[in-house]
């Protein structure tokens, strides 16, 4: 049971144009929500978060929007760049009584910025 | 400040083969994880590790992997027979509190033969 799907495993878009990847979770327990960029032969980088009381949260050229009643986020990234190019990976994390929180990851999405 | 390190970053093996990985994450952080990344799939928590102890091993192969954090600060994931489905790349991640980023290292891709 994925409670965390990334439904486009790709997606690619022009230099300069806006990149949006979409995220939709099912566990109504997740409260806090994140991206994060990866690229080949290295370990996942954390880009974006937010938290369950935010609607938006904007950093740069990056912002994340979290639609609650849809259970639904999305990742804006505008102007997107060549560097761009990634597989981004939606997280979802709950809190466990008496421990630290744990990520549920979705399955990414390979984003490709053309030139 | 240093990030997390992993070790070997590539692995081949024969199945029913052991192999072991090793992962010093980065220092002060007390929360330690390790994730198993399938080609196509996105990481899947094994073991996450409050300083020496485990907090969650729900999801670790018990039959067939096992980890520790003997000093609380390295950790080491072992398989012991590996199987053709154990193929994927192994990621350690740490984070200095509950509520912190967590950190990944850049992984161990394993391939079983």
């Known amino acids: 049971d994925q409670q965390v799907k990334q439904n486009s495993p790709s997606l690619s878009v022009q230099e300069g144009r806006i990149s949006i990847l979409n995220c939709d979770y099912t566990?109504?327990?997740?409260?806090?929500f994140l991206w994060y960029k990866k690229y080949p032969a290295e370990g996942p980088t954390f880009l974006i978060s937010?938290?369950?009381?935010?609607d938006k949260n904007e950093d740069g050229r990056f912002t994340v929007f979290l639609n609650k009643s849809a259970k639904h986020l999305s990742l804006h990234i505008v102007p997107s760049q060549p560097g761009d190019s990634a597989v981004y990976f939606c997280?979802?994390?709950?809190?466990?009584?008496?421990?630290?929180?744990?990520?549920?990851f979705g399955s990414g999405t390979q984003l490709t910025v053309l030139p | 400040e240093a990030g997390v390190a992993q070790s070997p970053r590539y692995k081949i093996i024969e199945k029913r083969q052991s192999v072991a990985f090793w992962c010093n994450p980065i220092?002060?952080?007390?929360?330690l994880y390790w994730y198993q990344q399938i080609l196509g799939q996105g990481p899947k928590l094994l073991i996450q590790?409050?300083?020496?102890?485990?907090?969650?091993d729900s999801q670790l192969p018990k039959d067939r992997f096992s980890a520790e954090r003997l000093k609380g600060v390295d950790s080491t994931l072992k398989i012991q027979p590996a199987k053709l489905e154990d193929s994927a790349v192994y990621l350690c991640?740490?984070?200095?509190?509950?509520?912190?980023?967590?950190?990944f290292g850049p992984g161990t891709r394993l391939t079983v033969l």
């Open positions: 590790f409050q300083n020496n102890g485990v907090v969650d």
């Open positions: 937010i938290s369950s009381i935010k």
């Open positions: 991640a740490s984070r200095r509190g509950p509520t912190d980023t967590q950190y």
């Open positions: 220092s002060g952080h007390a929360t």
């Open positions: 566990n109504s327990m997740f409260d806090y």
């Open positions: 997280a979802a994390s709950a809190h466990l009584s008496g421990s630290a929180r744990q990520l549920t």
